[in-house]
């Protein structure tokens, strides 16, 4: 094993944790990723590894190592990628929210890989906080205000937002038609992933934002059961227009309040500060702002 191949084993051993997931990550034998480490130790002259029976982390000399060898993997990818007709390569981790999977990413994927063939996609669906080192996930999708980390985030849209009602809803409680009308109505609450508490309901109301909040039967951390919820009558949703459009042709769900519409939430890609934006992450990022602005058709600016 060459020395540019022993830095990518070990920088996956740093960021996974572990012998056993850095070897399936890469494709190689738990003995080779172990020797490669011992190898390594032996031709620096100190331990960059801490190891237990349950893990494995880095020693003060690793930690230093491994920032400088993302460095250098990251500067020879880019040198790599500058020569004409070199297109990105290698597996590509994403984490994305559900509804943002199904609607965009999933629909439109064939024409990235066909654009590009050796990046080996691999996905998973989640709203929860993501430690993109540890879990050895390159980037994750996720649609609302950002909570302070120590990521880079960039804006790849805004989603227009709709207030919604099931007819069953309406012929019970009534149509209201301005936000102060909302007495003796209910929502479905969402449980914030970030907070645990219930997200108001929003309205623009003569060029300021109200919140409001109004009792929730039930509450769901769910974008789907959510939806659901709306659908069989149990209160007022807010979701974006996109995963509306189809109930609302149906009929399953009313849109109220129009001319009060809550405000745009942003969708947008998080990836490590620590590690340089890999070719790979940069044309999967500049692809989905191109999907989005292409099928929902609103602006969208970088973050």
Same mark, same amino acid.
């Given at each position: 094993m060459d020395r540019f191949d022993a830095m990518r084993v070990f920088c996956r051993v740093v960021e996974r944790?572990?012998?056993t997931l850095a070897a399936e990550d890469t494709g190689l034998p738990r003995s080779t990723v172990t020797d490669a480490i011992k190898q390594l130790e032996a031709r620096l002259g100190v331990r960059v590894l801490q190891r237990t029976t349950r893990h494995v982390s880095p020693t003060l000399d690793g930690e230093a190592y491994y920032q400088r060898c993302l460095r250098i993997l990251s500067d020879i990818e880019d040198a790599e990628g500058a020569f004409a007709g070199a297109k990105p390569k290698g597996v590509l981790r994403v984490d994305v929210h559900g509804t943002l999977a199904r609607h965009f990413v999933l629909p439109n994927l064939p024409s990235f890989l066909e654009t590009y063939p050796e990046i080996e996609f691999q996905? #998973?669906?989640g709203d929860r906080f993501v430690d993109l080192i540890r879990e050895g996930i390159d980037c994750v999708l996720r649609v609302g205000t950002l909570q302070d980390s120590d990521m880079i985030a960039r804006r790849v849209a805004m989603l227009e937002e709709v207030t919604l009602a099931a007819p069953a809803y309406v012929e019970r409680f009534g149509m209201p038609?301005?936000?102060d009308a909302l007495d003796g109505h209910r929502m479905v609450g969402f449980r914030s992933s970030a907070t645990g508490g !219930? !997200?108001?309901l929003e309205f623009e109301v003569g060029g300021t934002v109200r919140e409001i909040t109004l009792p929730a039967t039930i509450s769901v951390n769910a974008a789907e059961s959510y939806f659901v919820a709306a659908k069989l009558g149990l209160g007022l949703i807010q979701v974006p227009r996109y995963h509306a459009e189809d109930a609302l042709e149906a009929g399953q769900l009313l849109h109220i309040l129009k001319d009060f519409p809550p405000t745009r939430t942003p969708v947008s890609m998080l990836y490590p500060r620590s590690r340089q934006l890999s070719p790979r992450v940069r044309v999967f990022i500049d692809w !989905?702002?191109?999907v989005f602005a $292409?099928?929902? $058709?609103?602006? #969208?600016?970088? $973050?």
């Open positions: 944790r572990s012998f996905m #998973t669906e038609m301005h936000p !219930l !997200l108001p !989905l702002v191109r $292409g099928q929902i $058709g609103v602006e #969208t600016r970088a $973050g």
